[in-house]
T-cell receptor
Framework: GENVEQHPSTLSVQEGDSAVIKCTYS??????FPWYKQELGKGPQLIID?????GEKKDQRIAVTLNKTAKHFSLHITETQPEDSAVYFC?????????????FGKGTKLSVIP | GAVVSQHPSRVICKSGTSVKIECRSL??????MFWYRQFPKQSLMLMAT?????????EQGVEKDKFLINHASLTLSTLTVTSAHPEDSSFYIC????????????FGEGSWLTVV
């Protein structure tokens, strides 16, 4: 089955700096890669996703890049703010009929220092 | 994005009793929903896939008789923890794919279960 590795496990950045979180996946059939932000005591919130037919996607301060050949994808957050502090999870999955079943990375705890 | 709602958000039950957690897709229909368990400072662990109108598919090591899943309609899946024990205390989260947005998967807010 799919295996998703996520690095780093913790990341501290100064407010205004950029943060980059990287994930690798093992199953070349995977074609859907979402990123979730989880605040303490809450469910994961989708922040951006990318499908295998594109190499990059951007939404304001957040961007995701995908390298299918190398089987890795990355989350980029620019101009970080204290409210970006949370645990971020990457996931990979294969879209079959009706749904995707996701395999999650172990998470990255991002701390943005004011 | 689409909305998935869980209820209750927090529940405390006594050992030996059963507790039901509901997962609803509020603005879309979902033939499939997923149930996860999350321990503190850990990632999400898939417990089972809930299928509308048929039996759930459980992951290896998950006791199907202990964690009963029912997907009675296209907008509701329930997880019942039967004969709960303190070790069942955890954060339970559901998710569902929204076909209207290419099966983008949205999560509920999670349910904290404490068994005393």
């Amino acid at each position: 089955g799919e295996n998703v590795e996520q690095h780093p496990s913790t990341l501290s950045v100064q407010e205004g700096d950029s943060a980059v979180i990287k994930c690798t996946y093992s199953d070349s059939a995977s074609n859907y890669f979402p990123w979730y932000k989880q605040e303490l005591g809450k469910g994961p919130q989708l922040i951006i996703d990318i499908r295998s037919n594109v190499g990059e996607k951007k939404d304001q301060r957040i961007a995701v890049t995908l390298n299918k050949t190398a089987k890795h994808f990355s989350l980029h957050i620019t101009e970080t703010q204290p409210e970006d502090s949370a645990v971020y999870f990457c996931a990979g999955g294969f879209g079959g009929a009706g749904s995707y079943q996701l395999t999650f990375g172990k998470g990255t705890k991002l701390s943005v220092i004011p | 994005g689409a909305v998935v709602s869980q209820h209750p958000s927090r529940v405390i039950c006594k050992s030996g009793t059963s507790v039901k957690i509901e997962c609803r897709s509020l603005d879309f229909q979902a033939t499939t929903m997923f149930w996860y368990r999350q321990f503190p400072k850990q990632s999400l662990m898939l417990m089972a896939t809930s299928n509308e109108g048929s039996k759930a598919t459980y992951e290896q090591g998950v006791e199907k008789d202990k964690f009963l899943i029912n997907h009675a309609s296209l907008t509701l899946s329930t997880l019942t923890v039967t004969s709960a024990h303190p070790e069942d205390s955890s954060f339970y989260i559901c998710s569902a794919p929204d076909a209207n947005s290419g099966n983008t998967i949205y999560f509920g807010e999670g349910s904290w279960l404490t068994v005393v």
